[in-house]
C-alpha cells in the first residue's frame, strides 16, 4: 500500500526552471517524499481539527439541555462553525504558504485547544457563537494541512480515503467516550475539555508533520485552474451533494415523527450510522484501484437520490433505517472520489484545495434550503428538496464528464486519479 517511501526525486528540475521544484520520480507522490510518519501525522492534524463535526450533535445538545443556548441560538452556532470552517480551509489553502508546516501546525493546535476550553468561559449565546465561529476558522487551517498532502499524491482516492477513515474513526471513538461518559458526569464543558487535551496533546504530532510542503509543478501550457468551467462543474456536483447530505440529516428526527417513528429510534439510528460512516470510508479506501471515481460518483448520488424517494414516501420502520444508513455510509464512501473528481477536472490540484470548503458551505446550507419549503411544521417536502440538489450534482457531473472526454490530453498516465 503505502511501502517503499525511499525513492529519491529527481534531481532535473521542471522545465530547467532552477525555481521550480524538482518532479518526484516515486509512484506515490507528484513532488516530495514524505515519509510514512510524517504522513500520518499531517492526515491527524486536518482530523483532529474535523473531530467536531462528528461531535456538535451531542456538544451542542448538552449546551442545549443546559438551556445555555435556545435552539435558534444552537442551529446558528452549528451553522457559523460549519460556515468558518470552509472559510479557513480556503484561507489557509490560498493565502498561507506551505513552509514551516510545523510550527504553524502546533500553533493550530493550541488555539484550536484554547478555544475549546474556551467554551467553559462563555456565559452567553453571544460568547458561545464568537468562540465557536473563531474556532472554526483554526479548524479550517488545520484541515488545509490534511488537503495539501493529499493534493501531492498521484493515488489521490486512497490517501483521501486514509484521512476520511482517520477522523471518523477518531470521531466515533470520541462520540462513544463522550455520550457514554464524560457529558453525563461533567456536561458539555467536560465535553469541549476532552476536545481541548485532545488539541493540546496532538502538539507532539504537529511537530513530526513535514517541514514543508513543496509546490507543485505548473506546466507552461497548462490552462487548469479554480477559474475554469471544468473546476466550477466540480465544485458544484460536491457542493449539491453535501447541500442533500446536510438538509436531509438536519430533519431526520423531524421526519421520522412525522411517519411516526419515535424520537429514541432515530436516536439510536444517529449512533449506529457513525460506525456506518466509518465503513464507507474504510470500502472507498479498499476498493479505490478496482473502482472508476466516474462510476462511484454517478453511482452514489442515484443511490442516495433512491434513498431520498424513500424517505419522502411514509417508509416502513425498516425502510426508514436502511435508507438513512445508505446515506450515512455514501456520505463517507464519495469524499475519495469527489478529490479524484476535483483532479480531473483541474490538473493544477488547486482546486482539490477547495473541495473541504464546498462540502461544509452545502452542509452549512441544505438545512437553510430545505427549511425554505417547509409548511405548517411539514416536513415532507425535504427528502424532495434533497432529491433537486442531488440532480443538480448528477449533471454537473455528468457535464464535467463529457468535457473531459473531450479533452482527455489534459490527463497524464500518471496523474490520472484513478
Known sequence: ?????????????????????????????LV?????????AALWIGSAGLLVLGLQPILLGALFSEQRVNFDELALIATAEFIMIALGSILAATVISTKHLRIKSATLMLLLGVLNY???????????????????LVEGGTVAVSIELITRCRHTERMGGYFISLQTLAQCALA????????????????????????????????????????????????????????????????????????????????GAQYGIDA????????????????????????????????AMIASVIAAAGAALTLGNQPSMLGFWVSALVVAF???????????????????????????????????????????????DDV???????????????????????????NTVTLDTKDKPY
Open 1 to 29: 500500500m503505502m511501502d517503499g517511501l525511499s525513492l529519491p526525486m529527481s534531481d532535473t528540475p521542471s522545465n530547467g526552471d532552477p525555481q521550480m521544484s524538482p518532479v518526484s520520480t516515486h509512484p506515490n507522490w
Open 32 to 40: 516530495g517524499n514524505p515519509t510514512l510518519v510524517q504522513q500520518w
Open 118 to 136: 474556551a467554551v467553559s468561559f462563555a456565559t452567553t449565546a453571544n460568547e458561545l457563537l464568537l468562540v465557536r465561529s473563531i474556532a472554526g
Open 176 to 255: 462513544a467516550l463522550l455520550a457514554l461518559w464524560i457529558v453525563p458526569l461533567s456536561g458539555s464543558n467536560g465535553g469541549f475539555n476532552v476536545l481541548a487535551i485532545v488539541c493540546f496533546a496532538s502538539i507532539t504530532v504537529a511537530l513530526l508533520v513535514p517541514a514543508e510542503y513543496e509546490k507543485l509543478i505548473k506546466q507552461k501550457d497548462n490552462l487548469d485552474g479554480v477559474f475554469t468551467l471544468r473546476s466550477a462543474l466540480a465544485l458544484l456536483a460536491i457542493f449539491s451533494f453535501f447541500l442533500f447530505i446536510g438538509s436531509l440529516w438536519a430533519f431526520l428526527e423531524p421526519l
Open 264 to 295: 429514541r429510534h432515530v436516536g439510536m439510528l444517529v449512533s449506529i450510522s457513525l460506525g456506518v460512516q466509518v465503513a464507507g470510508a474504510i470500502c472507498a479506501t479498499l476498493i479505490d484501484r478496482r473502482l472508476d471515481y466516474r462510476v
Open 330 to 376: 455514501l456520505w463517507m464512501f464519495i469524499t475519495p472520489y469527489q478529490i479524484a473528481l476535483t483532479v480531473a477536472a483541474d490538473k493544477s490540484r488547486a482546486t482539490a484545495l477547495l473541495l473541504p470548503a464546498a462540502q461544509l458551505l452545502g452542509a452549512a446550507l441544505g438545512p437553510i434550503g430545505a427549511s425554505l419549503f417547509i409548511i405548517n
Open 380 to 406: 415532507g417536502a425535504v427528502p424532495y428538496f434533497g432529491v433537486a440538489a442531488l440532480s443538480c450534482s448528477l449533471s454537473a457531473s455528468c457535464v464535467l464528464l463529457i468535457l473531459l472526454a473531450g
